[in-house]
């Protein structure tokens, strides 16, 4: 993906040859593809690749001056591929918790001409006790995490270091930095072969044409789906001063999305929301939603600290205190037919 908006850099079709692991498979109507590789540049001393100038010109004027690699991109003694090599080894997923985020954050501030801005800019994010940072590291990192975390710290320094940041390299602000990226990071995921999709979607096409489209489409995905599994998309992740600001409901009103496959964040209303009404959205995907409310809480605190009190959670109060794995298997055998209805819905 572009090293800087994150919008996918392959076709459609290579996109769905890479996942397939086919090289010879061709994408019906290759026109719905928006991706334009004749824009694609790279930075001229580190190759790194934009989808456009103006993506390369922004990361230049914004970071990319402080990360830039130059011809020691594939030398494993720089401090930042050390930084990297280090992360890709000890971090759990998923994405939304990336230690090159926390250093874009810091090569941010150490390019800016205004760096209180920028400083008072990141600290809208929540903040946690000392003790909910480390549970957050410790979800992010594992049983090993104090060690690693000290680590990553060294490196990071190592890497970056800036006196008008020095807090943030000190143990404690390095954890209250890594707690804050794990809470508040954003999943970014970009696909040019979901936007073929889609574009192929809203084609006026006769009937038969139709079907013929729809039935390539849907074995083009099982068939995916058996080579790759489910991670199809480019991920990365992000910060979003306004979207952090959204409290989490398990009946959520509003949802966030990338329907321009870059790291534009579009928050779109699912019901109408009156005048003063708290915007709600969901930290669960949509099958964990459907699960007990005591699995849901579960999987809340966890990975968020919480435990939700959204309208959903109060009503299903007086609901066993069992996790869905559990009432599932407190049902007894299924018999054949409602096992092929429910094999059938999944």
């Given amino acids: 993906a572009c090293d800087h908006c994150l919008r996918a850099l392959e076709t459609a079709e290579e996109n769905a040859q890479r996942l397939l692991g086919k090289s010879s498979l061709v ?29 390369r010109q922004a990361a230049l004027e914004q970071y990319h001056q402080v ?106 602000g390095f954890r209250s930095l890594f707690a804050l990226v794990g809470t508040n990071g954003q999943g970014i995921g970009t696909s040019s072969l979901s936007q073929w999709v889609h574009a192929c979607d809203a084609l006026d096409l006769p009937m038969l044409q139709r079907e013929e489209l729809d039935a390539f489409i849907d074995q083009l995905y099982k068939d995916i789906e058996k080579e790759s599994g489910e991670f199809l998309n480019c991920e990365g992740s992000g910060l979003y001063v306004l979207q952090s600001c959204c409290n989490h409901s398990c009946i959520p009103n509003a949802e966030t999305s990338f329907p321009e496959n870059n790291f534009l964040l579009h928050l779109t209303a699912l019901e109408d929301i009156e005048a003063g009404e708290e915007i709600c959205i969901s930290y669960l995907d949509c099958c964990q939603r459907e699960r007990s409310r005591h699995s849901r809480n579960k999987i809340l605190r966890e990975n968020y600290l919480f435990t939700c009190s959204c ?8 609901d ?8 599932e298997e407190g049902e007894g055998e299924t018999d054949d037919a409602e096992l092929e209805d429910e094999m059938t819905d999944v």
């Fill in 27 to 55: 994408l019906p109507h290759p026109e719905q593809c928006s991706i334009r590789k004749d824009l694609h540049q790279q930075c001229p001393r580190c190759q790194v690749t934009y989808c456009s100038a103006e993506c």
């Fill in 67 to 172: 990360l830039c690699l130059g011809p020691s991109r594939d030398d494993p003694t720089h401090p930042l591929n050390k930084l990297q090599e280090a992360w890709r080894n000890m971090h759990y997923p998923p994405e939304t918790s990336s230690i090159m985020l926390m250093a874009r954050m810091v090569a941010t501030v150490k390019q800016a001409k205004d760096k209180e801005w920028w400083i008072k800019a990141f600290s809208q994010f929540c903040n946690k006790t000392a003790n909910e940072e480390e549970e957050i590291v410790h979800k992010l990192l594992g049983d090993k995490f104090k060690g690693q975390l000290e680590l990553l710290r060294l490196l990071f320094t190592e890497a970056l270091y800036d006196e008008h940041l020095s807090r943030w390299f000190t143990p404690e």
């Fill in 311 to 318: 309208p959903k959670c109060l009503a299903q109060a007086d």
């Fill in 320 to 327: 066993a205190d069992v996790t869905s794995d559990e009432e």
